[in-house]
């Protein structure tokens, strides 16, 4: 759907009371989840108010059903994939998920969930070492000589090219998705 030729993941939340435990659930289940949150970035992410929603809102068909909240996954084309109603489970999101996306990409939601899920380690990584070292300096008792400033800022400069590479990767996943059918030009054809 747009331009950007992503699917739609759609939270259609209740703030009635009678909802109150489900929409709970939502919240600390789907919403922290690794994989539906990692696999949220292939998608345009929607939350709608679920009392806008009757049998004569003009998108009933997409967004329409028994119970709330329900989570509502339509592809790029604009067509529903299927929703979850009432308790939702991650596992459930994520499998609709999957479909909407394998209609829209070429790279299988799974697989980027992966690929993420790698480059988040290495943010930790860079992070970590970027704390290291700024507690090395930190409590370093020798004297400030340009010998140990130039050690650090060598330091500093490795890790700066660590993360700019991880930032870079991360950047070419997100962007770059091949999605289905895009041509592919060969040869200079």
């Known amino acids: 759907m747009g331009q950007s030729g992503k699917p739609l993941l759609i939270y259609v939340e209740s703030k009635l009371s009678e909802d109150e435990i489900e929409s709970a659930v939502v919240k600390q289940t789907v919403e922290r989840d690794e994989k539906v949150a ?15 929603i009757d049998r004569y ?5 997409t967004l329409g059903g028994k119970k709330l909240p329900r989570m509502v996954v339509v592809d790029s084309a604009g067509d529903r994939v299927g929703s979850v109603e009432g308790t939702i489970s991650p596992s459930s999101v994520f499998t609709l998920m999957k479909k909407a996306s394998a ?9 980027f969930v992966k690929e993420y899920q ?39 400069a490795k890790i700066a090219a660590m993360e700019k590479e991880v930032l870079d990767r991360e950047a070419a996943l997100l962007n770059h998705l091949p999605r289905k059918g895009d041509v592919a030009k060969a040869g200079g054809a």
Do not use: C
């Open 38 to 52: 990692i696999g949220a970035k292939m998608f345009h992410l929607i939350r709608i108010d679920g009392a806008a």
């Open 57 to 61: 809102h003009p998108h009933w068909n």
């Open 103 to 111: 209609k829209s990409f070429k790279m299988p939601l799974d697989s």
């Open 118 to 156: 790698k480059i988040l380690t290495d943010v930790d990584r860079v992070e970590g070492l970027k704390q290291a070292l700024a507690q090395r300096r930190a409590a370093s008792t020798e004297a400030k000589s340009a010998s140990k400033e130039r050690f650090y800022a060598e330091e500093e």
